[in-house]
């Protein structure tokens, strides 16, 4: 990437809309919760399958993997609402939530962008 | 949960996906792609998770508003679980399996290192 394409202002202004969209979509699924946050969680793998579907579907058009990929599925994944949670279980006394919660963050979510990258 | 929070979580992910796109663009621009795109995943979700440990118990973050904007949306934003995911299909699975977890072991203590902070500024 040239300066010029990473500084691009239609690629900057697509990255805030649909970064925001994302990330309001999230706050809505966040609020489904219960033994794991699985709002979240199903946030996380719905984001990773539009991204690995995204990468595919729009390949050569680098503004659209960019206002896809990173704004719309980069706000609607988080990480840090994955370490807050794992932390807070692990802190609370329930040392088997934080490794369950983990591990199906990991495997779901890399399985959901290998089936995007498949469907794309 | 309001139009109001809504709307702060809005421009708060819309701050943050900006903030890691260009993190990750000014990588890649001073130090190539080979390297950028697993450097910046490391460190907008490592630091991503440490504010937001710092900003859930910091008294001064402590309003709905302020927790809406810069927690859901501003920390949301900028840390992202689908790239990490991506990237264990664009490296070797022997470079990313440990990559990932060397950024989910950072992410874990970073956010208790957060709140740490955070809580010692009571």
Redesign the interface.
């Known amino acids: ?3 010029v394409e ?2 691009n202002p239609l ?2 202004i697509g ?10 979509i ?3 699924m ?2 489904l919760q219960g033994y794991l946050p699985w709002g979240i969680l199903l946030a ?1 793998i719905t ?2 399958f ?3 579907w995204a ?1 595919v579907y729009f390949n050569g058009n680098d503004t659209w993997v ?1 206002v896809t ?3 719309l ?12 949670a ?2 807070q279980m692990a802190a609370s006394g329930k040392a088997f939530r934080p490794a369950i919660y ?1 591990i199906l ?2 495997v779901l ?2 399985t ?3 089936l995007g ?1 498949l469907f794309g | 949960m309001t139009s109001r929070d809504f709307s702060l979580v809005f421009l708060g992910g819309s701050l943050g996906a900006l903030l890691r796109y260009l993190i990750g663009g000014s990588l890649e621009l001073t130090l190539g792609s080979s390297i950028a795109g697993s450097l910046s995943l490391l460190m907008v979700n490592v630091l991503g998770a440490m504010f937001l440990g710092l900003l859930n118990f910091h008294p001064r973050f402590s309003s709905e508003s302020n927790k809406s904007f810069w927690g859901a949306g501003f920390c949301g934003g900028f840390t992202t679980m689908s790239g990490v995911a991506l990237f264990l299909y664009q490296y070797p699975p022997l470079l990313a399996m440990p990559a990932a977890a060397v950024m989910f072991g950072f992410g874990f203590i970073g956010y208790a290192a957060g709140a740490n902070l955070g809580r010692a500024s009571k």
């Open positions: 990437m040239t300066i990473v500084f690629v900057l990255i805030a809309l649909a970064g925001g969209l994302g990330s309001a999230r706050f809505a966040s609020k996380n984001a990773s539009f991204a690995g990468v960019a990929v990173v704004g599925a980069g706000g609607l994944s988080t990480f840090s609402s994955w370490a807050g794992s932390v983990t963050t990991l979510s890399s959901a962008a290998y990258l």
